[in-house]
């Protein structure tokens, strides 16, 4: 089976712009979770998606927004970037919430200028 | 306060010697995963080992878990150069993963 795909995997962004990531999964999996990286406070949860529906959410600014599609991909929305926006993005699958292994996809690197 | 927490943050070892990285958390879990990142990319699943195990073993990783000191240890047997990355222990506290900051490990040849 083909892995997690992410794209783009990199991205240059200015500030006050909006970007679009997209995260394909591992056939099979309905599960999607995001995540954001930085040096400074390590992988953080932004949200976890299962059969189109958002479960969990974490402390992120409503400027941080997802949605899941039908066949199970799912994209993540950042409007109004800011310059602490810039991170690597992880997104994961599994075939059920939660409980399950993760399977990330390698990521997308976004520098917000 | 993060849920789990890696220790040491960096360790440097030579070729053919042993790692040890701890994890500590602070709620119950059903479970307990170990996770591998090489520089800058996604991270990679290693073990999972579930509460009422104590230890659990595949090819060189070996993890303990001691649910009454809410803790875990992962220990790579003579590592290679290749093991070179970051270590993350993650569980689930509530409804979402939760990851730990990480252990860097370097393995010099």
């Known amino acids: 089976k083909a892995g997690v795909t992410q794209t783009p995997r990199y991205l240059i962004k200015t500030r006050g712009q909006q970007v679009t990531l997209s995260c394909s999964p591992i056939s099979g999996h309905r599960s999607v979770s995001w995540y954001q990286q930085t040096p400074g406070q390590g992988l953080q949860f932004l949200f976890e998606?299962?059969?189109?529906?958002?479960?969990n959410k974490g402390n992120f600014p409503g400027r941080f927004s997802g949605r899941q599609f039908s066949n199970s991909r799912s994209e993540m929305n950042v409007s109004t970037l800011e310059l602490g926006d810039s991170a690597l993005y992880l997104c994961?699958?599994?075939?059920?919430?939660?409980?399950?292994?993760?399977?990330f996809g390698p990521g997308t690197r976004l520098l917000v200028l | 306060s993060q849920q789990g927490e890696e220790d040491p943050q960096a360790l440097s070892i030579q070729e053919g010697e042993n790692a040890t990285m701890n994890c500590s958390y602070k709620?119950?879990?059903?479970?307990l995963q170990w996770y591998r990142q090489n520089s800058g990319r996604g991270l990679v699943h290693l073990i999972l080992i579930r509460s009422n195990e104590r230890e659990k073993h595949s090819g060189r990783l070996r993890v303990t878990l001691d649910t009454s000191k809410k803790s875990s240890s992962l220990l790579i047997t003579a590592s290679r150069a290749a093991d070179t990355a970051s270590y993350f222990c993650a569980t689930v506290p509530g409804q979402n993963f939760v990851f730990g900051p990480g252990t860097r490990l370097s393995v010099l040849p």
């Open positions: 998606y299962f059969s189109e529906t958002q479960r």
């Open positions: 709620t119950s879990i059903n479970n």
């Open positions: 994961a699958s599994s075939l059920m919430p939660t409980q399950e292994t993760q399977y």
